[in-house]
């Protein structure tokens, strides 16, 4: 099956520090690759994603690459602020007996520390 | 345009008690879907819906039912609480495409005693 391998952390880092998140996945087919970003007490919600091979995807600064030869979709971003603290998702889509089927990583906590 | 919303935001249950989450949407979404959020988990997919009057096992369907009777509204029933059911649970929504974005309530978090 489908599979979202990330780090848990906590991440800690200083203001302005350089921020890479690993995730590679596991898929049968030709999956769309997301990060999904959580705010203390609120839902997930889009930060970017990419829907084919070498496409970036990118949003406030963050940026993520498909590597379908590495199978992987890495997040960074070049000066992290204090209020980029929050849990980000790695995920993968597919299309699989009728529906959408997304598989999430576990999440990785970032905090950033003025 | 209020997106995913989810009633109630937080609810205590003595074990055995029953119980409904609400989760709405006004985007015309097809496809919904009830996740629940542990720690160390991730998240974990109890049931989803790929239309109205339409419903389906997700990863963790144990404990738990659902219903679509109106494209906009999803609802997770318990029918008799477990502490094993503690967790927040989030509601979303999507288009039916792969590269759809998924669009997530703002959970309910649920205590069994």
């Known amino acids: 099956g489908n599979s979202v391998t990330q780090m848990e952390g906590p991440v800690t880092l200083s203001e302005e520090a350089f921020l890479t998140i690993n995730c590679t996945y596991t898929?049968?087919?030709?999956?769309?690759l997301f990060w999904y970003v959580q705010y203390p007490g609120e839902g997930l919600q889009l930060l970017l994603k990419?829907?084919?091979?070498?496409d970036k995807g990118s949003n406030k600064g963050f940026e993520a690459t498909y590597r379908k030869e590495t199978t992987s979709f890495h997040l960074e971003k070049g000066s992290v602020q204090v209020s980029d603290s929050a849990v980000y998702f790695c995920?993968?889509?597919?299309?699989?007996?009728?529906?959408?089927?997304?598989?999430f990583g576990i999440g990785t906590k970032l905090q950033v520390i003025p | 345009n209020a997106g995913v919303t989810q009633t109630p935001k937080f609810r205590v249950l003595k074990t055995g008690q029953s119980m409904t989450l609400l989760c709405a949407q006004d985007?015309?979404?097809?496809?919904m879907y009830w996740y629940r959020q542990d720690p160390g988990m991730g998240l974990r997919l109890i049931h989803y819906?790929?239309?109205?009057?339409?419903?389906a096992k997700g990863e963790v369907p144990d404990g738990y039912n659902v219903s679509r009777l109106k494209k906009q509204n999803f609802l997770l029933g318990l029918e008799s609480a477990a502490p094993s059911q503690t967790s927040v649970y989030f509601c979303?929504?999507?288009?039916?495409?792969?590269?759809?974005?998924?669009?997530f309530g703002p959970g309910t978090r649920l205590t069994v005693l």
């Open positions: 979303a929504s999507s288009y039916p495409l792969k590269q759809s974005t998924q669009y």
């Open positions: 990419a829907t084919k091979a070498d």
């Open positions: 898929a049968t087919g030709y999956p769309s």
């Open positions: 995920a993968l889509s597919e299309s699989a007996g009728g529906y959408q089927k997304v598989t």
């Open positions: 819906s790929v239309g109205e009057g339409t419903t």
């Open positions: 985007m015309n979404h097809e496809y």
